[in-house]
C-alpha cells in the first residue's frame, strides 16, 4: 500500500519561499513517477509539477521558474521548493505518485492521474 505524507505548508508573505515535503512509502520509486498538485477553494485541482522515472521534470506555466521538483531517492522523499511566493500560489497542496506512462507523467492535468495515489495534503498560505 502506498502511503505519501506531506509537509512544509505554512503561512509566508509573498515573496518569501517554502520547501514541501512527501515522505513515500510501500512502493518502489523506480515504478512511479510523482507530482505535486494544489486546489484552492473554488478551483479544481490543477498540476504544479511532475517528475516522471527518468527524471525528467515538467512544471506548469504558473509556476515555471519559480518552484523546483525534486526527489531524493535514498530518503524516498519528494519535493517542492516554492520561491518567489504570490498570494495566487495559496491552496492545498497534494503530493501524487502513478503509476501511468512516462508521457502522461508529463501531463499535468487530473485525468492523467486518476489512478494515482495522495497525500492528504498541507497548506500554503501566501499573503500580499
Known amino acids: 500500500q502506498v502511503q505519501l505524507v506531506e509537509s512544509g505548508g505554512g503561512s509566508v508573505q509573498a515573496g518569501g519561499s517554502l520547501r514541501l515535503s512527501c515522505a513515500a512509502s510501500?512502493?518502489?520509486?523506480?515504478?512511479?513517477?510523482m507530482g505535486w498538485f494544489r486546489q484552492a477553494p473554488g478551483w479544481e485541482r490543477e498540476g504544479v509539477a511532475s517528475?516522471?522515472?527518468?527524471?525528467?521534470?515538467t512544471y506548469a506555466n504558473s509556476v515555471k521558474g519559480r518552484f523546483t521538483i525534486s526527489h531524493d531517492n535514498a530518503k524516498n522523499t519528494l519535493y517542492l521548493q516554492m520561491n518567489s511566493l504570490k498570494p495566487d500560489d495559496t491552496a492545498m497542496y497534494y503530493c501524487?505518485?502513478?503509476?501511468?506512462?512516462?508521457?502522461?507523467?508529463?501531463?499535468?492535468?487530473?485525468?492523467?492521474?486518476?489512478?494515482?495515489?495522495w497525500g492528504q495534503g498541507t497548506q500554503v498560505t501566501v499573503s500580499s
Open positions: 501524487a505518485a502513478g503509476q501511468q506512462a512516462n508521457w502522461l507523467c508529463r501531463l499535468l492535468n487530473k485525468d492523467s492521474w486518476a489512478r494515482a495515489y
Open positions: 517528475i516522471d522515472r527518468l527524471g525528467s521534470t
Open positions: 510501500g512502493y518502489t520509486y523506480s515504478s512511479y513517477c
